[in-house]
């Protein structure tokens, strides 16, 4: 609900209020709700219905400062390109109430067939000690095939060395590979994701640069030993 209200520059307060009988926490896909604008009911919209993907619930690290990293996992197991991916993630005390949420984003803004890429968000300190989390994706669209806005260029990994032999960080590097006919391209987003043998996102490096078509960098475990990293890319002309 959190996000509905955002997007219709409406305040949490105000749509609860407008929607009584709804749990905020647990919407369901097709729910109906009264948006309230400049105090009048103006409409009842139905909540949105993200494309149909794969996604696991989310996972969560304590920080040394008592905050924490959350991570929730989607998978593109369809046929087209996904764009504008996002997920309510909500932090639960041990009597099962929310004391926290947020809005968790990817790192870019598309994933392609076949990938598979966290959306994260930060829960400042404090942090209780005991807490439980739960998610949902909210947003997740299919991306026009005729849609120019990123480039499906190959990417070349040069080494990916897994370092402190137990797992604690990785570094890798690569290369953009240009085609022939093409200049440099103006925007090129990389992204290591590093996981560990059950799977789980344990960390996450994102590196930018206008126009560069190299890259190195070092990603580092929140939680258990690193046992893969697996690498994203979005190129925009």
């Known amino acids: 609900m959190l996000g509905i209200a955002l997007q219709y520059a409406v305040t949490l307060e105000e749509l609860q209020a407008a929607n009584l009988g709804v749990d905020p926490q647990f919407l369901s896909v097709g729910t109906g709700l009264i948006i309230p604008l400049e105090g009048e009911i103006l ?3 139905p909540t949105a219905t993200p494309v149909e993907t794969t996604w696991h619930p989310p996972i969560c690290y304590r920080t040394g400062d008592d905050g924490a990293w959350c991570f929730l996992l989607v998978e593109n197991n369809g046929s087209t390109t996904l764009e504008n991916l996002s997920a309510w993630i909500g932090l639960y005390d041990p009597a099962g109430m929310v004391f926290a949420s947020q ?3 990817g790192p870019l803004n598309i994933i392609r ?3 598979s890429m966290p959306l994260v968000v930060f829960f400042p300190p404090p942090i209780p000690a005991e807490f439980t989390v739960s998610g949902e994706l909210l947003t997740a669209l299919d991306l026009p095939l005729e849609d120019t806005r990123y480039l ?3 990417i070349y990994i040069e080494y990916v060395e897994i370092n402190n032999g137990v797992g604690i960080s990785a570094t890798l590097a ?8 093409r200049t440099a391209p ?3 987003w990389v992204v290591a994701v590093a ?6 996102v344990v ?6 640069s206008e126009g560069e078509q190299s890259f190195e960098m070092s990603v580092y475990s929140l939680g258990g030993a690193i046992e893969r990293v697996e690498v994203l890319v979005e190129i925009r002309p």
Do not use: C, F, S, T
Request: proline content about 9%; overall charge negative; hydrophobic content about 35%.
């Open 43 to 45: 409409q009842v919209v």
């Open 103 to 105: 809005i968790a984003v």
């Open 113 to 115: 067939p076949g990938q």
């Open 152 to 154: 499906d260029w190959p």
């Open 174 to 181: 690569g290369m953009i590979e240009l085609p022939e006919d």
């Open 186 to 188: 103006g925007q090129v």
């Open 195 to 200: 996981y560990d043998q059950d799977g789980n």
């Open 203 to 208: 960390g996450m490096r994102k590196w930018d």
